[in-house]
Structures are given as C-alpha cells and as structure tokens.
C-alpha cells in the first residue's frame, strides 16, 4: 500500500511559468542589493560559488538563474530574496486547483506528504505557506532538496524514504520530469509522470492519481 506521496513543485504542484516569469525576474533583479544589504548572511554563500567558479559570484549567479542551474548556493539565496517578495505581498505562490485539492485529499485520507524540489527547502516552504490558496504547509509532513542529492539519481530517493521512515514501495512520486520518475523508480518507489499537456505522460494531473491509489491498495 501507498503511504506516503513524494511530489515535486515546478510543472507537477505549480506552473513552470510562474517560476520562471515571475520568481527568477524577482530574483535575479534584486541580486545584488540584497547580497549589499545582507553582506554577512550571504557571504558564505556567496563564497561557496566562487569556489565553484572563480570570479564575480554576483555574474556568476545572475548567469546560474538565465540557464536554470541547479545549484543549491543559488537556491538558497534565491530563497532568502523571494521570501521578501512573499512577506511584501508581491506574489502569492501559484499551485493548482488540483493539486490543492489532492493534496488536502490524500492528507484527511491519512497519507504522509512530502515535498522533493531542487529549490531550497525555506523556498519549498514559502511557495505553499504563501500560496494563493492560503497556507498549505499544513499539509505536508516533510520537505526535501538538492542537499539530499540531485533529483535525477536514484541514492536521493532511497535516502529520502529512509528519512521519512517507509520502504521505497510504500511511497509514490509525482513529477514532471522523466529523468526523476525513472531514478524514483530505480529506488524503488511507485512514480508517476504528470504531464499537464496531456502529452506522454502517466497522468495529467493530481485528480487522475487518485485511480492509481485505488488500484496500488
């Protein structure tokens, strides 16, 4: 049986459109104010990147957020500069209708939900405390990101169902992205596609799962 559910953000619970139209502008404009301002809350991490790649971290990062990179010194500062933009009521977190319905769904139905997205675990945590559907971090029992290990091999799956106390089998994954469902499942773990284009995917949203949890139980 299915006992937990393991969901990524961007294209499976939230619009790609709103991260990178709306959360990487606002990012990638106040950059270098915020990293001025918070001089030394930053320079760790500033340092990290440069040890990454020597030069301005500042470009450096600016060229990290263009080509979608990602690399966790860059989530975690785009964290702290969107987590402004949420207290300032200059965005609300966009999820779906769906998803905010299935998420309640399966939390009353008693399944444990956890959050796996390459954005930082404080971003995690600020898209669905700040959604636009209120407050849903009460739904979930855990968040996970790139300090786990990258989305797209298998050791971070395995590591995540140890973490949250379940056998790879008793855990479902919903992602957008193919790589990801086929690590989740070298894991071990149930996975789904959500392909919200109706393409090739195994399910085109968050109502469909529920068909797949009948069947899996």
């Known amino acids: 049986m299915i006992r937990a559910i393991l969901t990524d953000i961007e294209g499976t619970t939230s619009s790609i459109d709103f991260v990178a139209r709306t959360l990487f502008p606002y990012a990638r404009e106040r950059l270098a104010d915020y990293c001025a301002a918070h001089a ?25 957020i263009d080509e979608d990179r990602k690399a966790t010194p860059l989530k975690e500062l785009q964290g702290l500069i969107w987590a402004d933009g949420y207290a300032s009521g200059a965005f609300r ?39 636009e559907a209120g407050d849903l971090t009460p739904l979930f029992s855990g968040y996970f990101d790139t300090k786990t290990g990258p989305k797209r091999e298998a050791r971070s799956y395995r590591a995540i169902a140890a973490a949250i106390g379940a056998a790879p089998e008793a855990v479902l994954f919903l992602s957008d992205t ?26 085109a949203n968050f109502d469909a799962v529920d068909a797949y949890l009948a069947r899996a139980d």
């Open 93 to 131: 977190g966009h999820v779906y209708a769906d998803a905010v319905a299935g998420l309640r769904r399966w939390h009353a139905a008693g399944l444990a939900l956890h959050v796996f997205s390459s954005g930082s675990v404080a971003a995690q945590k600020l898209l669905f405390g700040h959604s």
């Open 178 to 203: 193919p790589e990801e469902v086929g690590a989740a499942r070298e894991a071990g773990m149930r996975a789904l596609r959500v392909d919200r284009e109706g393409g090739a995917g195994d399910v």
């Open 40 to 64: 030394e809350q930053v320079a760790p991490i500033l340092a990290e990147v440069a040890a990454a790649e020597p030069g301005d971290p500042i470009a450096t990062l600016r060229r990290w």
